[in-house]
């Protein structure tokens, strides 16, 4: 059985346009590896996407933006983390910040369990690391890049159901 939840993920982007990736693992399954993800959860009941994004990149980094846009990209997953499956819809935005320290404030216990920290990325360097490590989500290094550029789109990118990551 799946967890079924709505989720709100945010890239967090400095004034240089480095984005921020956590580094993470599943403690329940070693096996897997670790992998750089964005930042991200379920939303709370009468949460918007927004508002759900702004509280997952404060909770989960310690970061607070000055400006948060979208949902830029719209996408569907299911994955097994710690092993319960989960099967949400997640709408990405984009989060603007003046940069810092990785100071996590809310982590749920799992969380601080599988976060070992986390770094700020050059775009230009996102499809080397890519091709390397495992970045979560996985079409990030050719559509962020995209997006900085040509700015953001006037209607959310539906990216569909992506293929399982674990």
């Not at 719209?74 to 320290?101: L, P």
């Not at 749920?108 to 360097?125: T, Y």
């Amino acid at each position: 059985m799946a967890w079924q939840r709505k989720a709100a993920r945010v890239v967090v982007l400095d004034p240089e346009d480095r984005v921020l990736l956590i580094r993470a693992s599943d403690p329940a399954d070693p096996a897997k590896g670790r992998w750089w993800e964005i930042p991200g959860g379920g939303m709370e009941p009468g949460e918007s996407s927004a508002q759900a994004a702004t509280r997952e990149m404060i909770e989960e980094t310690g970061l607070v933006p000055t400006e948060v846009s979208g949902p830029v990209w719209r996408q569907h997953v299911s994955y097994v983390f710690a092993g319960i499956r989960f099967d949400q819809d997640e709408w990405i935005h984009i989060a603007r910040c003046d940069g810092g320290e990785y100071q996590p404030t809310g982590l749920e216990p799992i969380e601080a369990l599988a976060f070992e920290g986390a770094g700020w990325h050059d775009l230009a360097d996102l499809p080397l690391l890519g091709s390397v490590e495992r970045i979560l989500p996985p079409w990030l290094p050719r559509h962020l890049p995209e997006v900085v550029a040509a700015g953001l789109p006037d209607t959310e990118i539906d990216l569909g159901t992506q293929p399982p990551t674990f």
